[in-house]
Protein backbone atom coordinates (compact mmCIF):
# COMPACT_ATOMS: atom_id res chain seq x y z
CA UNK A 1 0.00 0.00 0.00
CA UNK A 2 1.05 3.30 -1.05
CA UNK A 3 2.05 5.81 1.70
CA UNK A 4 1.04 9.28 1.90
CA UNK A 5 3.58 11.92 1.14
CA UNK A 6 3.06 13.42 4.35
CA UNK A 7 3.71 9.75 5.59
CA UNK A 8 6.67 9.03 3.50
CA UNK A 9 8.16 12.33 4.32
CA UNK A 10 7.63 11.05 8.31
CA UNK A 11 9.92 7.98 7.21
CA UNK A 12 9.03 4.75 8.91
CA UNK A 13 11.76 5.45 12.35
CA UNK A 14 10.42 6.09 15.46
CA UNK A 15 7.47 5.37 17.14
CA UNK A 16 4.14 5.75 15.72
CA UNK A 17 3.17 7.71 19.49
CA UNK A 18 5.75 10.47 18.16
CA UNK A 19 4.02 13.81 16.99
CA UNK A 20 2.85 14.26 13.25
CA UNK A 21 4.24 16.81 11.07
CA UNK A 22 1.81 19.16 10.53
CA UNK A 23 -0.77 17.47 13.19
CA UNK A 24 -0.30 18.35 16.71
CA UNK A 25 -2.30 17.53 19.66
CA UNK A 26 -5.47 16.59 19.70
CA UNK A 27 -5.65 17.87 16.26
CA UNK A 28 -3.41 15.07 15.04
CA UNK A 29 -5.25 12.05 17.19
CA UNK A 30 -8.71 13.37 15.30
CA UNK A 31 -7.39 13.55 11.78
CA UNK A 32 -4.93 10.10 11.50
CA UNK A 33 -5.37 7.49 9.59
CA UNK A 34 -2.97 5.56 11.29
CA UNK A 35 -4.59 2.15 12.67
CA UNK A 36 -2.63 2.03 15.74
CA UNK A 37 -3.81 5.32 17.28
CA UNK A 38 -7.20 4.42 16.01
CA UNK A 39 -7.44 1.14 17.70
CA UNK A 40 -6.39 3.63 21.00
CA UNK A 41 -8.77 6.26 20.25
CA UNK A 42 -11.47 2.90 20.22
CA UNK A 43 -10.01 1.83 23.39
CA UNK A 44 -10.22 5.37 25.54
CA UNK A 45 -14.07 5.65 24.23
CA UNK A 46 -14.91 1.87 24.98
CA UNK A 47 -12.94 2.24 28.19
CA UNK A 48 -14.66 4.84 29.26
CA UNK A 49 -17.87 3.47 28.60
CA UNK A 50 -16.87 0.41 30.28
CA UNK A 51 -16.62 1.97 33.69
CA UNK A 52 -19.71 3.66 33.40
CA UNK A 53 -21.58 0.21 32.22
CA UNK A 54 -20.00 -1.45 35.57
CA UNK A 55 -21.12 1.74 37.84
CA UNK A 56 -24.48 1.07 37.20
CA UNK A 57 -23.99 -2.66 37.45
CA UNK A 58 -22.68 -2.07 40.76
CA UNK A 59 -25.70 0.00 41.76
CA UNK A 60 -27.99 -2.81 40.52
CA UNK A 61 -26.13 -5.45 42.76
CA UNK A 62 -26.40 -2.59 45.57
CA UNK A 63 -29.92 -2.11 45.38
CA UNK A 64 -30.35 -6.25 45.52
CA UNK A 65 -28.03 -6.59 48.42
CA UNK A 66 -30.80 -7.18 50.87
CA UNK A 67 -35.05 -7.39 49.66
CA UNK A 68 -36.74 -4.99 49.12
CA UNK A 69 -35.93 -1.04 48.30
CA UNK A 70 -32.37 -0.14 49.32
CA UNK A 71 -31.85 3.26 46.86
CA UNK A 72 -33.50 2.69 43.60
CA UNK A 73 -37.05 2.09 43.43
CA UNK A 74 -39.12 -0.59 40.21
CA UNK A 75 -38.80 2.03 37.51
CA UNK A 76 -35.65 3.54 38.22
CA UNK A 77 -34.12 -0.14 38.36
CA UNK A 78 -35.72 -1.01 35.35
CA UNK A 79 -34.10 2.52 33.58
CA UNK A 80 -30.65 1.55 35.39
CA UNK A 81 -30.62 -2.68 34.20
CA UNK A 82 -31.56 -1.29 30.60
CA UNK A 83 -28.27 1.20 30.34
CA UNK A 84 -26.19 -1.41 31.92
CA UNK A 85 -27.03 -3.95 28.85
CA UNK A 86 -27.18 -1.21 26.20
CA UNK A 87 -23.55 0.43 27.36
CA UNK A 88 -22.14 -2.81 27.78
CA UNK A 89 -23.35 -4.61 24.51
CA UNK A 90 -23.74 -1.98 21.90
CA UNK A 91 -20.40 0.15 22.97
CA UNK A 92 -18.06 -1.93 24.79
CA UNK A 93 -18.57 -5.82 24.28
CA UNK A 94 -20.05 -5.87 20.44
CA UNK A 95 -17.15 -3.90 19.27
CA UNK A 96 -14.58 -4.19 21.60
CA UNK A 97 -12.45 -6.67 20.25
CA UNK A 98 -12.05 -6.02 17.16
CA UNK A 99 -12.16 -2.25 17.50
CA UNK A 100 -9.32 -1.73 19.87
CA UNK A 101 -7.02 -4.38 19.85
CA UNK A 102 -7.76 -5.80 16.16
CA UNK A 103 -7.20 -2.69 14.43
CA UNK A 104 -4.05 -2.59 16.31
CA UNK A 105 -2.70 -5.55 16.08
CA UNK A 106 -4.65 -6.92 12.74
CA UNK A 107 -1.46 -5.31 10.33
CA UNK A 108 1.02 -5.83 12.53
CA UNK A 109 0.47 -10.04 12.19
CA UNK A 110 -0.23 -10.16 8.95
CA UNK A 111 2.92 -7.43 8.04
CA UNK A 112 0.86 -4.52 5.95
CA UNK A 113 1.81 -0.94 7.17
CA UNK A 114 -2.23 -0.24 7.90
CA UNK A 115 -5.26 -1.56 7.01
CA UNK A 116 -6.78 -1.71 3.43
CA UNK A 117 -8.82 1.53 3.93
CA UNK A 118 -7.61 3.96 6.64
CA UNK A 119 -10.27 6.69 6.01
CA UNK A 120 -12.61 4.36 6.19
CA UNK A 121 -11.19 3.23 9.11
CA UNK A 122 -11.46 6.56 10.85
CA UNK A 123 -14.47 7.36 9.54
CA UNK A 124 -15.72 3.91 11.70
CA UNK A 125 -14.90 5.71 14.85
CA UNK A 126 -16.35 8.59 14.14
CA UNK A 127 -20.04 6.47 13.36
CA UNK A 128 -18.91 4.84 16.44
CA UNK A 129 -18.70 8.17 18.63
CA UNK A 130 -21.85 9.36 16.92
CA UNK A 131 -23.57 6.42 18.05
CA UNK A 132 -22.43 6.68 20.95
CA UNK A 133 -23.17 10.57 21.14
CA UNK A 134 -27.12 9.46 20.25
CA UNK A 135 -27.24 6.44 22.74
CA UNK A 136 -26.15 9.22 25.88
CA UNK A 137 -28.47 11.80 24.15
CA UNK A 138 -31.76 9.50 24.69
CA UNK A 139 -31.14 9.92 28.64
CA UNK A 140 -31.69 13.61 28.73
CA UNK A 141 -34.23 14.13 25.64
CA UNK A 142 -37.96 14.36 26.60
CA UNK A 143 -38.87 11.30 27.97
CA UNK A 144 -35.55 9.99 29.35
CA UNK A 145 -33.75 6.92 30.24
CA UNK A 146 -35.49 3.88 28.68
CA UNK A 147 -36.46 0.71 30.34
CA UNK A 148 -37.16 -1.59 28.22
CA UNK A 149 -33.99 -4.02 28.33
CA UNK A 150 -31.26 -3.82 26.20
CA UNK A 151 -33.43 -6.33 23.57
CA UNK A 152 -35.81 -3.74 22.99
CA UNK A 153 -38.85 -5.77 22.76
CA UNK A 154 -42.20 -5.20 21.17
CA UNK A 155 -44.92 -4.55 21.94
CA UNK A 156 -43.63 -2.98 25.34
CA UNK A 157 -41.13 -0.78 23.14
CA UNK A 158 -43.72 0.57 21.18
CA UNK A 159 -45.78 1.55 23.70
CA UNK A 160 -43.55 2.58 26.69
CA UNK A 161 -43.45 6.55 26.90
CA UNK A 162 -39.64 6.58 27.30
CA UNK A 163 -37.03 7.56 24.72
CA UNK A 164 -36.78 4.44 23.06
CA UNK A 165 -36.61 5.74 19.21
CA UNK A 166 -33.20 7.94 20.24
CA UNK A 167 -31.89 4.67 21.74
CA UNK A 168 -32.73 2.36 19.24
CA UNK A 169 -31.31 5.03 16.18
CA UNK A 170 -28.03 5.26 18.12
CA UNK A 171 -28.06 0.92 18.02
CA UNK A 172 -28.68 1.66 14.32
CA UNK A 173 -25.86 3.98 13.66
CA UNK A 174 -23.24 1.96 15.46
CA UNK A 175 -24.09 -1.20 13.17
CA UNK A 176 -23.25 1.20 10.44
CA UNK A 177 -19.40 1.26 12.82
CA UNK A 178 -19.57 -2.39 12.73
CA UNK A 179 -20.01 -3.08 8.65
CA UNK A 180 -17.35 -0.83 8.00
CA UNK A 181 -14.81 -2.62 10.23
CA UNK A 182 -15.47 -5.75 9.36
CA UNK A 183 -15.07 -4.72 5.12
CA UNK A 184 -11.85 -3.40 6.42
CA UNK A 185 -10.47 -6.57 8.26
CA UNK A 186 -12.05 -8.57 5.07
CA UNK A 187 -10.18 -6.85 2.88
CA UNK A 188 -7.05 -6.23 4.75
CA UNK A 189 -6.70 -10.03 5.24
CA UNK A 190 -7.11 -10.81 1.92
CA UNK A 191 -4.97 -8.25 -0.11
CA UNK A 192 -2.40 -7.04 2.57
CA UNK A 193 -0.94 -10.24 3.72
CA UNK A 194 3.23 -10.29 3.77
CA UNK A 195 4.73 -11.92 1.14
CA UNK A 196 5.29 -15.71 1.77
CA UNK A 197 2.25 -15.90 4.25
CA UNK A 198 -0.79 -17.93 2.51
CA UNK A 199 -3.89 -18.08 4.23
CA UNK A 200 -2.88 -21.17 6.65
CA UNK A 201 0.60 -19.03 7.48
CA UNK A 202 -1.90 -16.57 9.28
CA UNK A 203 -1.91 -16.26 13.34
CA UNK A 204 -5.05 -17.17 14.93
CA UNK A 205 -6.31 -13.72 15.82
CA UNK A 206 -6.28 -12.98 12.48
CA UNK A 207 -8.70 -16.04 11.75
CA UNK A 208 -11.29 -15.12 14.82
CA UNK A 209 -11.15 -11.85 13.05
CA UNK A 210 -11.99 -12.64 9.58
CA UNK A 211 -14.84 -15.00 10.89
CA UNK A 212 -16.32 -12.02 12.66
CA UNK A 213 -16.15 -9.82 10.29
CA UNK A 214 -18.04 -12.31 7.97
CA UNK A 215 -20.67 -12.18 10.99
CA UNK A 216 -20.58 -8.05 11.42
CA UNK A 217 -21.43 -8.01 7.64
CA UNK A 218 -24.13 -10.54 6.91
CA UNK A 219 -25.92 -10.16 10.25
CA UNK A 220 -25.97 -6.63 11.58
CA UNK A 221 -27.73 -5.06 8.36
CA UNK A 222 -30.75 -7.54 10.04
CA UNK A 223 -30.80 -5.95 13.61
CA UNK A 224 -30.69 -2.61 11.43
CA UNK A 225 -33.68 -3.02 9.48
CA UNK A 226 -35.61 -4.40 12.49
CA UNK A 227 -34.34 -1.28 14.69
CA UNK A 228 -35.49 0.98 11.60
CA UNK A 229 -39.27 -0.90 12.03
CA UNK A 230 -39.49 -0.09 15.40
CA UNK A 231 -38.81 3.10 15.45
CA UNK A 232 -41.26 3.49 12.24
CA UNK A 233 -43.92 2.06 14.48
CA UNK A 234 -43.35 4.18 17.49
CA UNK A 235 -43.58 7.13 15.56
CA UNK A 236 -45.89 6.97 12.47
CA UNK A 237 -48.15 3.82 13.89
CA UNK A 238 -47.61 1.23 11.59
CA UNK A 239 -48.22 -2.08 12.88
CA UNK A 240 -45.15 -4.50 12.19
CA UNK A 241 -45.05 -5.90 15.87
CA UNK A 242 -47.91 -4.33 17.88
CA UNK A 243 -50.43 -6.58 18.02
CA UNK A 244 -52.95 -3.99 18.66
CA UNK A 245 -52.06 -2.68 15.25
CA UNK A 246 -52.18 -6.22 13.41
CA UNK A 247 -48.49 -6.70 13.88
CA UNK A 248 -46.94 -9.62 15.72
CA UNK A 249 -44.45 -9.48 18.58
CA UNK A 250 -42.67 -12.72 17.84
CA UNK A 251 -41.72 -11.25 14.67
CA UNK A 252 -39.68 -8.55 16.23
CA UNK A 253 -38.11 -11.65 18.32
CA UNK A 254 -37.08 -13.88 15.21
CA UNK A 255 -35.28 -10.83 13.67
CA UNK A 256 -33.66 -9.13 16.58
CA UNK A 257 -32.35 -12.81 17.61
CA UNK A 258 -31.33 -13.76 13.93
CA UNK A 259 -28.18 -11.09 14.74
CA UNK A 260 -28.14 -11.06 17.95
CA UNK A 261 -27.41 -14.98 18.90
CA UNK A 262 -24.69 -14.36 15.82
CA UNK A 263 -23.46 -11.63 17.51
CA UNK A 264 -22.46 -13.58 20.28
CA UNK A 265 -20.05 -15.04 18.45
CA UNK A 266 -18.85 -11.53 17.07
CA UNK A 267 -17.94 -10.63 20.93
CA UNK A 268 -16.39 -14.70 21.35
CA UNK A 269 -14.52 -15.42 18.43
CA UNK A 270 -11.40 -12.50 18.95
CA UNK A 271 -11.46 -13.62 22.11
CA UNK A 272 -10.20 -17.12 21.13
CA UNK A 273 -7.66 -15.66 18.84
CA UNK A 274 -6.16 -13.89 21.47
CA UNK A 275 -6.61 -17.14 23.92
CA UNK A 276 -5.00 -19.00 20.76
CA UNK A 277 -1.85 -16.49 20.84
CA UNK A 278 -1.13 -16.32 24.37
CA UNK A 279 -1.13 -20.39 25.00
CA UNK A 280 1.35 -21.34 22.44
CA UNK A 281 3.34 -18.48 23.43
CA UNK A 282 3.75 -19.39 27.04
CA UNK A 283 4.22 -23.14 26.47
CA UNK A 284 7.00 -22.46 24.07
CA UNK A 285 5.55 -24.98 21.17
CA UNK A 286 3.78 -25.10 18.11
CA UNK A 287 0.05 -24.79 18.55
CA UNK A 288 -1.98 -28.17 18.46
CA UNK A 289 -4.12 -28.75 15.62
CA UNK A 290 -3.68 -25.31 13.77
CA UNK A 291 -6.07 -25.75 11.05
CA UNK A 292 -8.59 -27.85 13.48
CA UNK A 293 -8.84 -24.59 15.47
CA UNK A 294 -8.69 -22.01 12.23
CA UNK A 295 -11.52 -24.38 10.20
CA UNK A 296 -13.47 -24.25 13.96
CA UNK A 297 -14.06 -20.53 14.10
CA UNK A 298 -15.25 -20.28 10.43
CA UNK A 299 -17.55 -23.38 11.43
CA UNK A 300 -18.78 -21.39 14.60
CA UNK A 301 -19.67 -18.50 12.55
CA UNK A 302 -21.76 -20.27 9.95
CA UNK A 303 -23.35 -22.72 12.75
CA UNK A 304 -24.37 -19.31 14.93
CA UNK A 305 -26.60 -18.28 12.10
CA UNK A 306 -29.09 -21.21 12.73
CA UNK A 307 -29.44 -21.08 16.57
CA UNK A 308 -31.50 -17.99 17.84
CA UNK A 309 -34.25 -20.13 17.97
CA UNK A 310 -33.04 -21.30 21.23
CA UNK A 311 -33.78 -18.03 22.97
CA UNK A 312 -37.61 -18.21 21.93
CA UNK A 313 -38.36 -21.78 23.13
CA UNK A 314 -40.89 -20.89 25.45
CA UNK A 315 -42.86 -18.29 22.58
CA UNK A 316 -45.22 -20.82 21.56
CA UNK A 317 -43.04 -22.39 18.61
CA UNK A 318 -44.06 -24.99 16.88
CA UNK A 319 -42.78 -28.42 18.52
CA UNK A 320 -40.12 -29.45 15.16
CA UNK A 321 -38.86 -25.60 15.13
CA UNK A 322 -38.10 -26.53 18.91
CA UNK A 323 -36.16 -30.07 18.77
CA UNK A 324 -34.40 -28.75 15.43
CA UNK A 325 -32.98 -25.49 17.20
CA UNK A 326 -32.21 -27.61 19.98
CA UNK A 327 -30.32 -29.84 18.09
CA UNK A 328 -28.34 -27.46 16.26
CA UNK A 329 -27.76 -25.76 19.73
CA UNK A 330 -25.62 -28.88 20.47
CA UNK A 331 -23.95 -29.33 17.49
CA UNK A 332 -22.15 -25.71 17.68
CA UNK A 333 -20.47 -27.12 20.83
CA UNK A 334 -18.36 -29.11 18.96
CA UNK A 335 -16.19 -26.80 17.03
CA UNK A 336 -15.94 -25.08 20.65
CA UNK A 337 -15.08 -28.05 22.10
CA UNK A 338 -12.27 -28.77 19.35
CA UNK A 339 -11.00 -25.27 20.29
CA UNK A 340 -10.79 -26.04 24.21
CA UNK A 341 -9.14 -29.57 22.78
CA UNK A 342 -6.23 -28.18 21.12
CA UNK A 343 -5.61 -25.28 23.49
CA UNK A 344 -5.26 -28.06 26.30
CA UNK A 345 -3.15 -30.11 24.16
CA UNK A 346 -0.98 -27.47 23.26
CA UNK A 347 -0.28 -27.09 27.19
CA UNK A 348 0.63 -30.53 27.38
CA UNK A 349 4.72 -31.41 27.67
CA UNK A 350 5.14 -27.53 26.96
CA UNK A 351 7.69 -25.60 28.59
CA UNK A 352 5.24 -23.51 30.50
CA UNK A 353 6.41 -20.04 31.91
CA UNK A 354 3.41 -18.77 34.08
CA UNK A 355 2.87 -15.08 33.48
CA UNK A 356 0.34 -12.39 33.98
CA UNK A 357 -1.06 -12.92 29.88
CA UNK A 358 -1.24 -17.16 30.79
CA UNK A 359 -3.53 -16.67 33.59
CA UNK A 360 -5.69 -14.76 32.25
CA UNK A 361 -6.05 -17.14 29.19
CA UNK A 362 -6.49 -20.02 31.44
CA UNK A 363 -8.65 -18.27 33.74
CA UNK A 364 -10.87 -17.29 30.18
CA UNK A 365 -10.70 -21.07 29.33
CA UNK A 366 -12.05 -21.99 33.32
CA UNK A 367 -15.04 -19.07 33.10
CA UNK A 368 -16.13 -19.79 29.23
CA UNK A 369 -16.33 -23.92 30.07
CA UNK A 370 -18.22 -23.00 32.74
CA UNK A 371 -20.59 -20.45 30.15
CA UNK A 372 -20.37 -23.01 27.67
CA UNK A 373 -21.83 -26.00 29.89
CA UNK A 374 -24.57 -23.85 31.27
CA UNK A 375 -25.40 -22.67 27.67
CA UNK A 376 -26.38 -26.59 27.16
CA UNK A 377 -29.07 -26.43 29.79
CA UNK A 378 -30.46 -23.36 27.80
CA UNK A 379 -30.61 -25.53 24.92
CA UNK A 380 -32.47 -28.73 26.08
CA UNK A 381 -35.93 -28.17 26.16
CA UNK A 382 -37.45 -29.38 29.47
CA UNK A 383 -34.85 -27.62 31.50
CA UNK A 384 -34.94 -24.08 29.22
CA UNK A 385 -38.96 -24.58 30.67
CA UNK A 386 -37.76 -23.93 34.22
CA UNK A 387 -34.97 -21.47 33.83
CA UNK A 388 -36.01 -19.21 31.39
CA UNK A 389 -36.40 -15.54 32.24
CA UNK A 390 -34.48 -16.11 35.46
CA UNK A 391 -31.54 -15.35 37.13
CA UNK A 392 -29.87 -18.37 35.89
CA UNK A 393 -29.86 -16.69 32.31
CA UNK A 394 -27.98 -13.64 33.51
CA UNK A 395 -25.70 -15.78 35.11
CA UNK A 396 -24.95 -17.95 32.02
CA UNK A 397 -24.71 -14.92 29.80
CA UNK A 398 -21.85 -12.97 32.16
CA UNK A 399 -19.90 -16.04 32.08
CA UNK A 400 -20.27 -16.40 28.25
CA UNK A 401 -19.62 -12.31 27.64
CA UNK A 402 -17.91 -10.94 30.49
CA UNK A 403 -16.09 -14.01 30.82
CA UNK A 404 -15.24 -14.74 27.39
CA UNK A 405 -15.47 -10.96 25.21
CA UNK A 406 -14.25 -8.87 28.58
CA UNK A 407 -11.81 -11.15 30.50
CA UNK A 408 -10.29 -11.90 26.62
CA UNK A 409 -9.87 -8.35 26.02
CA UNK A 410 -8.08 -8.28 29.47
CA UNK A 411 -5.79 -10.77 28.10
CA UNK A 412 -5.35 -9.05 25.31
CA UNK A 413 -4.23 -5.88 26.60
CA UNK A 414 -1.96 -7.31 29.38
CA UNK A 415 -0.19 -9.43 26.38
CA UNK A 416 0.24 -6.73 23.77
CA UNK A 417 0.54 -3.72 26.19
CA UNK A 418 4.07 -4.05 25.91
CA UNK A 419 4.01 -4.03 21.91
CA UNK A 420 1.51 -0.98 22.14
CA UNK A 421 3.56 1.48 24.49
CA UNK A 422 6.85 -0.34 24.73
CA UNK A 423 6.53 -0.09 28.50
CA UNK A 424 6.39 -2.93 31.00
CA UNK A 425 3.25 -3.06 33.54
CA UNK A 426 3.93 -3.87 37.59
CA UNK A 427 3.15 -7.90 37.32
CA UNK A 428 2.75 -8.33 40.83
CA UNK A 429 0.19 -5.87 40.83
CA UNK A 430 -1.22 -7.52 37.87
CA UNK A 431 -1.30 -10.92 39.60
CA UNK A 432 -3.13 -9.65 42.42
CA UNK A 433 -6.03 -7.70 40.11
CA UNK A 434 -6.20 -10.97 38.46
CA UNK A 435 -7.01 -12.75 41.56
CA UNK A 436 -9.20 -10.48 42.53
CA UNK A 437 -11.34 -10.65 39.17
CA UNK A 438 -11.54 -14.34 39.56
CA UNK A 439 -12.40 -14.35 42.83
CA UNK A 440 -15.09 -12.04 42.54
CA UNK A 441 -16.26 -12.98 38.80
CA UNK A 442 -16.93 -16.25 40.27
CA UNK A 443 -18.82 -14.95 43.74
CA UNK A 444 -20.79 -12.41 41.79
CA UNK A 445 -21.80 -14.72 39.33
CA UNK A 446 -22.03 -17.80 40.01
CA UNK A 447 -25.03 -17.78 42.61
CA UNK A 448 -27.19 -16.23 39.93
CA UNK A 449 -27.04 -19.83 38.71
CA UNK A 450 -28.40 -21.21 41.74
CA UNK A 451 -30.74 -18.31 42.05
CA UNK A 452 -32.11 -19.04 39.07
CA UNK A 453 -32.51 -22.70 39.51
CA UNK A 454 -34.25 -21.85 42.80
CA UNK A 455 -37.11 -20.10 40.71
CA UNK A 456 -35.39 -16.31 41.21
CA UNK A 457 -36.82 -14.15 37.90
CA UNK A 458 -34.44 -11.65 36.51
CA UNK A 459 -35.30 -7.85 36.09
CA UNK A 460 -36.91 -8.08 39.36
CA UNK A 461 -36.16 -5.45 41.51
CA UNK A 462 -37.23 -6.79 44.69
CA UNK A 463 -37.74 -11.00 45.96
CA UNK A 464 -38.78 -13.24 48.47
CA UNK A 465 -36.50 -13.74 51.59
CA UNK A 466 -35.73 -17.06 50.27
CA UNK A 467 -33.20 -15.75 47.94
CA UNK A 468 -31.49 -13.39 50.00
CA UNK A 469 -28.69 -15.33 51.27
CA UNK A 470 -27.49 -16.01 47.82
CA UNK A 471 -28.28 -11.88 46.54
CA UNK A 472 -25.92 -11.38 49.73
CA UNK A 473 -23.25 -13.39 48.49
CA UNK A 474 -23.62 -11.99 44.84
CA UNK A 475 -23.00 -8.62 45.85
CA UNK A 476 -20.17 -9.07 47.97
CA UNK A 477 -18.89 -10.93 45.42
CA UNK A 478 -18.82 -7.37 43.19
CA UNK A 479 -17.17 -5.86 45.76
CA UNK A 480 -13.73 -8.04 45.03
CA UNK A 481 -14.86 -8.04 41.29
CA UNK A 482 -14.76 -3.68 40.90
CA UNK A 483 -11.81 -3.76 43.14
CA UNK A 484 -9.85 -6.11 40.63
CA UNK A 485 -10.73 -4.13 37.59
CA UNK A 486 -10.15 -0.94 39.57
CA UNK A 487 -6.47 -2.13 40.64
CA UNK A 488 -5.91 -3.80 36.99
CA UNK A 489 -6.69 -0.38 34.97
CA UNK A 490 -4.52 1.31 37.26
CA UNK A 491 -1.57 -0.45 36.62
CA UNK A 492 -2.02 -0.22 33.22
CA UNK A 493 -2.33 3.01 33.49
CA UNK A 494 0.63 3.80 35.61
CA UNK A 495 2.98 1.87 33.61
CA UNK A 496 2.22 3.86 30.23
CA UNK A 497 4.61 6.17 31.72
CA UNK A 498 6.04 4.69 34.62
CA UNK A 499 6.87 1.03 33.63
CA UNK A 500 10.27 -0.21 32.70
CA UNK A 501 11.18 -0.19 29.10
CA UNK A 502 9.44 -3.80 27.37
CA UNK A 503 11.95 -4.27 24.60
CA UNK A 504 11.05 -5.71 21.77
CA UNK A 505 10.14 -9.03 22.47
CA UNK A 506 9.44 -9.62 26.11
CA UNK A 507 7.07 -13.27 26.29
CA UNK A 508 9.64 -14.51 23.40
CA UNK A 509 6.65 -14.58 20.82
CA UNK A 510 7.25 -15.86 17.04
CA UNK A 511 4.44 -13.90 15.41
CA UNK A 512 5.30 -10.69 13.37
CA UNK A 513 4.36 -8.05 15.37
CA UNK A 514 7.26 -9.15 18.03
CA UNK A 515 9.12 -8.93 14.80
CA UNK A 516 9.34 -4.51 14.99
CA UNK A 517 10.10 -2.44 17.78
CA UNK A 518 7.88 -1.40 21.00
CA UNK A 519 5.85 0.67 19.72
CA UNK A 520 6.06 -0.08 16.44
CA UNK A 521 7.42 3.08 14.11
CA UNK A 522 4.68 4.52 12.12
CA UNK A 523 4.47 2.05 8.84
CA UNK A 524 5.17 -0.95 11.48
CA UNK A 525 8.08 -2.49 9.94
CA UNK A 526 11.74 -0.58 8.53
CA UNK A 527 11.91 -3.03 5.84
CA UNK A 528 8.97 -4.96 4.71
CA UNK A 529 8.69 -8.63 6.44
CA UNK A 530 8.88 -11.97 4.29
CA UNK A 531 7.46 -14.90 6.18
CA UNK A 532 9.20 -18.12 5.86
CA UNK A 533 8.03 -19.85 8.91
CA UNK A 534 5.14 -20.87 10.49
CA UNK A 535 3.03 -18.33 12.89
CA UNK A 536 3.90 -20.47 15.75
CA UNK A 537 7.57 -21.83 14.94
CA UNK A 538 9.53 -21.60 18.03
CA UNK A 539 12.86 -23.12 17.27
CA UNK A 540 14.53 -19.88 17.05
CA UNK A 541 13.42 -19.22 20.52
CA UNK A 542 14.27 -22.69 21.87
CA UNK A 543 17.63 -22.58 20.68
CA UNK A 544 19.33 -19.27 21.62
CA UNK A 545 17.23 -19.26 24.85
CA UNK A 546 14.20 -16.80 26.07
CA UNK A 547 15.33 -13.21 27.86
CA UNK A 548 17.14 -14.01 30.86
CA UNK A 549 15.25 -11.40 33.30
CA UNK A 550 12.19 -13.12 31.81
CA UNK A 551 11.17 -15.00 35.02
CA UNK A 552 7.90 -16.88 36.51
CA UNK A 553 5.37 -15.71 38.78
Known amino acids: MAAPS ?7 TGSYLDTFPGRRGLWGWLTTVDHKKIGLMYAAAMFT ?3 VGMALGFLIRLELLQPGTQFIGPKTYNSVFTLHGVIMIFLFIVPGIPAILGNFILPLQLGAEDVAFPRLNLLSWYVYMVGAVMALASLFISGGPIDTGWTFYAPYAVNTQTNVSWAVLAAFVLGFSSILTGMNFITTIHRLR ?9 PLFCWGLYATSWIQIIATPVVGITLVLLFLERTLGIGFFDPSRGGDPILYQHLFWIYSHPVVYVMILPAMGIISEILPTFARRTIFGYKAIAMSSMAIAVVGYLVWGHHMFTVGMSDTARWIFSILTFFVAVPTGVKVFNWMATLYRG ?14 VFLFSIGG ?3 LANGALATDIHIHDTAYIVGHFHYTMFGGAVIG ?13 GRMYDEKRATWAWGLIMVGFNTLY ?12 RRYQDYL ?48 EWKTSSPPPLLNFAQAPVVTTGPYDFTEILAKGHDPEAKSL
Open 49 to 51: FFL
Open 194 to 202: APGMGFFGM
Open 351 to 364: SIEVRVPLLYALGW
Open 446 to 457: FPMLILGIMGMP
Open 6 to 12: SVAAFGT
Open 409 to 421: MFAGLHFWFPKIY
Open 465 to 512: PQFSFWHMVSTIGSWILVAGILLMFFNLLRAIRHGKIAGDNPWGATTL
Open 373 to 375: LTG
